[in-house]
């Protein structure tokens, strides 16, 4: 079966950058790109989506808490009709450039700790499902299959994609392991061989060693701040085609 290739990207600020989104749109299938939330400013997201337009890469909004200076890696409590509220602003926002550029947002993947936190907790998951069916009932989900935004998306009978990770280590209950964390975050060449067992097999290595753990994926992800994130997705992309999986957006 075909697989898709996403990464993070639009995830500068200002005058900082933050990875090269126009080298990894050369390799990617899907681009999850920030809403000026956790990342990213209108500049940033008019290029981007420019880009990913050009190149024929499909724009996915890649919505979080608001939290510029912790990278959206902080979660923030909210009541669900504010995060719905939140989550619906990021998605406008970034569609207006999408559609500006001559496309328009596909789906929706929650980033970082909203990204957790959702997956954990039914209302936020909900809140998340309303924003997207507010919008746009047919947009797609992106995340972890098994979670509670799997669940969420089911019940609002919006299409949910699984996601991967190729350059994260997982916890033996199947959730990503925390960054902070000895051997959480996979170098190249782990990664590459990651990638392939979760296309070939749906499996992925746990970050104790203690053996592996079911990954349900269409997609698999390579953060776009990752050290080396273009050559890794470009090394990954090579090893699927030698063992036989195309590489094509689920959009």
């Excluded at 940033?44 to 190149?55: F, Q, S």
């Excluded at 001559?102 to 039914?122: E, N, Q, T």
């Excluded at 019940?155 to 209950?173: I, S």
Aim: hydrophobic share 45%; glycine share 12%; proline share 4%.
């Amino acid at each position: 079966m075909p697989l898709d290739l996403n990464s993070d990207l639009g995830e500068g600020f200002g005058p900082w950058k933050m990875g090269d989104d126009a080298a990894m749109l050369d390799i990617v299938t899907s681009a999850n790109i920030a809403c000026g939330f956790h990342a990213g400013d209108p500049s940033i997201m008019r290029r981007t989506c420019g880009l990913a337009v050009e190149k024929g890469v499909r724009i996915g909004a890649h919505v979080g808490y608001r939290d510029l200076a912790g990278f959206g890696r902080r979660e923030v409590t909210m009541v669900p009709a504010e995060l719905c509220d939140e989550v619906l602003y990021q998605i406008g926002s970034l569609d207006a450039f999408a559609k500006a550029a001559g496309d328009r947002v596909r789906y929706v993947k929650p980033h970082g700790a909203l990204y957790h936190s959702a997956s954990r907790d039914r209302q936020l998951a909900d809140a998340v499902l309303g924003a997207l069916v507010d919008y746009d009932p047919e947009l797609a989900l992106l995340g972890p299959a098994g979670s509670q935004l799997e669940q969420a998306a089911e019940a609002a009978k919006v299409r949910f994609v699984g996601e991967g990770f190729a350059d994260r280590a997982y916890t033996p209950a199947g959730t990503l392991a925390a960054r902070g964390l000895p051997g959480a975050v996979l170098g190249t060449n782990e990664a590459v061989t990651q990638a392939v067992s979760i296309a070939m097999s749906g499996t992925a290595r746990t970050v104790d060693g203690s053996g592996e753990v079911a990954v349900r994926a269409a997609s698999i992800c390579v953060h776009g701040d990752t050290p080396a994130a273009v050559e890794m997705a470009r090394l990954i992309r090579t090893a699927l085609d030698e063992v036989g999986v195309p590489v094509e957006s689920f959009g």
